[in-house]
């Protein structure tokens, strides 16, 4: 949305696929990132994950909602 990372499904793991490179994406295209949960307010439901390729790309965090951690219990500094 408006040239903004934004999370669109996470889960919790250790190791991520980097993103091929020179690559013009679609839709079908699912492009996993590494990164680790910045912040999470759960009175809020949304914080921030820090990514050093996206933020090289967008110069932010990627916004997360509570809807994409899909039930997990997920914590600051998760990767």
Sequence with gaps: K???PQAKVVRI???A???PENKTLTEK???KYEGR???FKEDTGYG???CDE???QFNRDVFLHH???ANCKAKVGDL
């Design 13 to 15: 793991t250790e190791v």
């Design 54 to 56: 996206t933020f090289k």
């Design 37 to 39: 949960i910045k912040s």
């Design 29 to 31: 295209d699912q492009v």
């Design 48 to 50: 921030f994950i820090s």
């Design 17 to 19: 696929e980097r993103p």
């Design 2 to 4: 408006s040239g903004r």
């Design 67 to 69: 809807k994409q951690l």
